[in-house]
């Protein structure tokens, strides 16, 4: 999951650009980086948040009317090593340098085929290098000299998804002819294309992971980028576009809804916050289901993702809604920090449960996923000392049992809390009186209700990869390799 973001304009970009990943910060914290181009590229990129990252001289060396940004929050390679920040660099054909949301799923066969076949040099572990290069080498192959048209660039795109496997929302400069975003075949992650007039000059256009980015800025939403599709928009302008997989399927992530993206965002054609708020309605029927009359006297979100779900699962029971944890919005998501101790350091620093909505009451706690059971138990322990009778923890999203490999931090089976344990264990190990997780295709039914899409990406919950070639062998090198 990373934050991702490009821009052709009549004026200088390096503000917009900015602007957007700040509202794109949620998507990733570890780094941060800005790449504009007029007659040459200009790159920028630094560890750290955004508004931490830029100081004035930075943004006034990011020159052009052509950029792209990127919020990393790493699942492939080192989060502390500043050279795998994005964007990446590779200086032919042209010079093109690129920014990637997504994981590849098959680097080993990728990187083995650059050195060898391609004669490409890689210089770190990030795949979102190997991306660039195998875009590089497709666009070397189809071009002669220096002219380059939206054919040649669509068959390289053609070629790359024949190459690539894993999930990859991508955007790119080409010096000195234009900005190029594509979309894996199953379009994993999201990515939406939006335009604004901008008198008699033409008009801007933008791509970006969210919605909400497109409509900050005051740009029309024209669509979704669709699975296996590529964009092309020349510096004047001009936009093309062509679908550039043989057999393109719609299959989102479905963590995108649970809790990866801004309620305010509408990616595929579904709303964030809706999908949440149905969430909580399917969760409210399962808790009513599973826990004793009487047993719940306030329902509590832990914010600010779960809030939607809470509300429903309160409205739903004829329960009073309360909202019993205070939270430090000056430390990060915690699900996205690097490492057990740093999250489980960081849980009572973003969150205070306020004792007075606790004492002697029987509370039911609605988070939006239990993945490594951390937070949950911190969340748990907290509600006791603050005073709370009993504790009901609830999950709007249903067991995570299995590595997630198309770009979310969940790499290893141990680390999950639900791999290889039943909800009762589940429920001991949190220290909760009642554990209930959503069930896996209410979660399915309440965020596809009312669109065109068909299926969802749940690999994480059902073990069943889209991609079909995530093999045990696979899983077990991930986990060796991989954060941890």
């Known amino acids: 999951m990373c934050g991702i973001v490009g821009i052709v304009s009549a004026q200088p970009v390096n503000q917009q650009v900015y602007d957007s990943l700040l509202l794109l910060q949620h998507r990733g914290q570890d780094s941060t980086g800005i790449a504009t181009a007029d007659n040459t590229f200009h790159m920028f990129k630094a560890r750290g948040q955004v508004r931490e990252a830029y100081r004035t001289r930075d943004m ?60 490409r040099h890689l210089n770190t572990s990030s795949d979102t290098e190997l991306l660039v290069n195998v875009l590089a080498n497709e666009l070397q192959e ?114 995108e809804y649970v809790y990866l993206a801004r309620p305010d965002s509408i990616m595929n054609g579904i709303s ?8 909580g309605d399917r969760l409210a029927d399962t808790i009513a289901k599973y826990t004793p009359r009487g047993d719940i006297d306030v329902v509590m979100p832990i914010p600010d993702s779960s809030r939607p779900a809470a509300m429903q699962v309160a409205q739903k029971l004829g329960v009073e809604y309360r909202e019993g944890f205070y939270k430090n919005r000056y430390v990060g998501r915690t699900f996205i920090m690097p490492g057990q101790a740093e999250r489980k350091k960081s849980v009572k620093q973003k969150l205070n449960a306020m004792s007075s909505e606790f004492r002697g009451k029987n509370i039911l706690i609605v988070d939006d996923s239990i993945v490594r059971g951390t937070t949950s138990k911190e969340i748990v322990q907290m509600a006791r000392e603050a005073g709370a009778n009993k504790v009901t923890f609830t999950s709007a999203a249903p067991p995570v049992r299995y590595p997630h490999v198309y770009g979310i931090n969940m790499p290893s089976r141990h680390e999950l809390v639900a791999h290889g344990r039943k909800i009762p264990e589940i429920n001991t190990e949190l220290g909760s009186d009642y554990l209930i997780y959503q069930e896996v295709a209410d979660m399915q039914a309440a965020i596809l209700e009312g669109s065109n899409v068909s299926a969802l990406e749940m690999s994480c919950f059902t073990g069943d990869y889209i991609t079909g070639t995530v093999t045990p062998e696979y899983l077990a090198w991930v986990e060796v390799n991989q954060l941890s």
């Open 142 to 255: 189809q071009v002669s000299g220096s002219e380059l048209d939206p054919d040649q660039i669509f068959t390289a795109i053609s070629r790359l998804h024949e190459r690539v496997e894993g999930s990859y929302a991508a955007i790119a400069l080409i010096a000195g002819h234009g900005l190029l975003a594509f979309r894996d075949p199953y379009g994993i992650r999201p990515l939406v294309l939006g335009r604004r007039a901008t008198g008699f000059v033409g008009q801007d256009w933008i791509v970006a992971s969210e919605s909400l980015v497109l409509e900050s800025a005051g740009y029309e939403i024209v669509r979704d980028l669709e699975p296996g599709e590529a964009v092309f928009i020349a510096m004047d302008g001009e936009m093309t576009s062509r679908q550039c997989a043989r057999n393109p399927r719609l299959i989102p992530c479905s963590f």
């Open 272 to 279: 964030v916050y809706e999908a949440r708020l149905r969430l």
């Open 60 to 119: 006034r060396s990011l020159t052009g009317t052509m950029g792209l940004g990127h919020c990393r929050y790493a699942t492939h390679g080192s989060a502390a090593n500043e050279e795998e920040a994005q964007p990446f660099y590779v200086n032919a054909p042209y010079g093109i340098i690129l920014v990637h949301n997504g994981n590849l799923t098959n680097t080993r066969e990728l990187t083995q085929e650059l050195f060898h076949v391609d004669r």
